[in-house]
């Protein structure tokens, strides 16, 4: 195991994983920055070690003051060196991963990039060999798009659509999902109802970043959309269900029952205390609940809207200014399913289905 900032160290494991083998620990490179100059504001860190072709090849990330982040790389023929380093990727802060092979004998340096509230973004870079050392970019520059065949393989993308069937033997949830918080299994099924994720509630939450069991799928860009409809039959006095744009500064669309009316509603977490932007009556249990997302020259702006038939959209509220923060989350914005009860327990939601799409219908 590699570990360390700037001053990177190396120790090796017991077989069973339970401690530092003693006498193995060392200092593996002194200034693991230095390719990068002597002015340095992050130092090197997220060791990723490879070995190709007999070598061991060392990723690290690095913020030069006044710069940007930056791949830093080390070569060595042992794995405990010594490693000779070089400045190895330098542009739109893309940086911080590896690298990986295709079966037909393709490599990329597999990185990330922080683009606004969408987050960090995944970004595969061309890269090739040159004199034993990886060579990243297409002349030196992470390109934007790239030619590569859709996913035949168990995961159809790191988003999806889902209609909640699941046939024998299926996933209960997909891995493009994960909950806000760890889950309560008692409080959610999408085999209760066929064709439904139906969320329950077990306790009373007075805030929803409080609440359990909010199912969330992340945003993307340069725009997206996400839509699901709601069935609110199950829901009781004080029940809060829907849709969110789910960050610190979330924002919301759903349906809430007060004094035994049900109304549509927005919320706005932009200024830190959530506030309710608008609400509407509604007179049937079903209502279709839209999210769009402008991630596009980091517009960052999300959109909220309802419909009682799928067909015509009504938007609500107001617009959310999308802001990625870091203490609280570390994430970019991501779609969420949520239920939650202010009252008392015992209610339930249920979503017919989640729908993205890459085209949304606000530009401004």
């Known amino acids: 195991m590699i570990y360390g900032v700037g001053k990177l160290s190396i120790f090796e494991l017991n077989e069973d994983l339970s401690g530092v083998k003693e006498g193995t620990e060392k200092v593996l490179i002194e200034n693991a920055s230095a390719p990068a100059g002597d002015k340095i504001m992050l ?5 990723q070690l490879f070995k190709v072709n007999g070598k061991y090849f060392l990723f690290n990330i690095t913020w030069p003051r006044g710069g940007m982040r ?11 060196g010594p490693y000779e380093g070089r400045l190895a990727f ?48 297409v002349d030196a520059k992470a390109p934007e798009t790239l030619d590569l065949p859709a996913s035949k393989g168990l995961i159809p993308g790191i ?3 889902d209609e909640f069937t699941r046939k024998k033997g299926d996933p209960l949830l997909p891995l493009v999902w994960q909950w806000n918080h760890n889950p309560d299994n008692n409080l959610w099924s999408v085999t209760e109802r066929k064709g439904y ?3 329950k509630t077990g306790r009373v939450d007075s805030l929803f970043v409080k609440s359990r069991n909010t199912l969330t799928q992340r945003t993307f860009g340069p ?3 996400g839509t699901t409809l709601l069935e609110t039959s199950g829901l009781k006095e004080g029940d809060f269900a829907g849709l969110t744009a789910f960050q610190r500064k979330f924002g919301q669309v759903g349906v ?5 009316q049900k109304y549509v509603f927005m919320v706005s977490n932009k200024t830190d205390k959530p506030t309710e932007l608008e609400s509407v009556p509604l007179s049937q249990n079903k209502v279709y ?3 769009e997302c402008n991630f596009k020259d980091k517009t960052d702006v999300a959109y909220f809207f309802y419909s009682l038939d799928g067909k015509t959209w009504t938007i609500i509220g107001g617009p959310l200014k999308m802001e990625y923060t870091l203490m609280e989350h570390f994430m970019g914005y991501r779609f969420g399913l949520f239920y939650y009860a202010s009252k008392s327990p015992g209610g339930f939601a249920d979503f017919d289905y989640f729908h993205i799409s890459d085209q949304i219908s606000k530009v401004n």
Request: overall charge positive.
């Open 90 to 137: 330098q542009d739109q802060g893309v940086a911080q991963g590896g690298m990986i092979d295709t079966p037909d004998g393709r490599w990329f340096a597999y990185l990330f990039q922080d683009h606004g509230s969408v987050g960090r973004i995944p970004f595969l870079v061309p890269m090739k060999w040159e004199n034993g050392w990886p060579v990243i970019g």
């Open 159 to 161: 988003v999806n659509n």
């Open 197 to 199: 994720l139906r969320l």
């Open 256 to 260: 809430k029952i007060v004094g035994g």
């Open 289 to 291: 609940l839209k999210i």
């Open 43 to 47: 130092s090197a860190e997220g060791s």
């Open 70 to 80: 930056t791949v830093v790389l080390h070569r060595a023929d042992k794995i405990l």
């Open 223 to 225: 725009q997206c959309s």
